[in-house]
């Protein structure tokens, strides 16, 4: 175990992960976006390259925005397009904002006849956050005929998932520390997505 990880995650209360390639294992790191490892098997050489820049991206939408975006919409197209292939229905974590709403409506678009999508939200009723996206997910809901299972996670219903999560720990196995509310959320929302014999969950993390 890595002491100074786990005391910076423990005094910051970072509900995910903490910024680098660093792990709570000490000697073990974690690999950043936009990067790939080359593994040579015969004499265990590794190498790490980056395959992104943000930077270049910068420096493109400088000399032409107009094709850059419609490059962007062509990459996200095709990123989704290739998660459908599915023998199974597919699910789409939907909230009702912009980065959630595009996956479900590229999906939507690019998914065959034989496709079935589901939407799935969770809500934290009670919640003391100062907005509200429900207007908006059950606009997509209607605009794109999805149905939206929507998974309820209240108070009581948290310290009721954690408390299952402390009994069940034998089963879990989770790399890095998490948010106890959010464990609770995903648990919640496993239950659902099998009851719906869904494989596969597209999400939109901004």
Known sequence: ?????????????????????????????????????????????TTLKRYWDPNCIVMRLRSNLDEEVERFRDSLALSVSRQLCSDAPVGIAVSGGLDSSSVAILAMRCANAATRIVGFNWVEEGSSRGYDESI?????????????????????????????LLQRRGDLVYDEPGSPANLGAMERLAAALQAQSVKALLLGLG
Request: proline letters at 7%; aromatic letters at 8%.
């Open 1 to 45: 175990i890595d002491p100074v990880y786990v005391s910076e995650y423990l005094v910051r209360r970072t509900p995910g992960f903490l910024e680098g390639s660093r792990t709570p294992f000490d000697g073990l790191k974690r690999l950043l976006p936009g990067h790939f490892l080359i593994v040579d098997t015969r004499t265990r050489k």
């Open 136 to 164: 908006w997910l059950n606009a997509l809901s209607a605009h794109l005929r999805m149905p939206i299972i929507r998974v309820s996670l209240c108070h009581h219903q948290q310290e009721s998932s954690q408390l299952e």
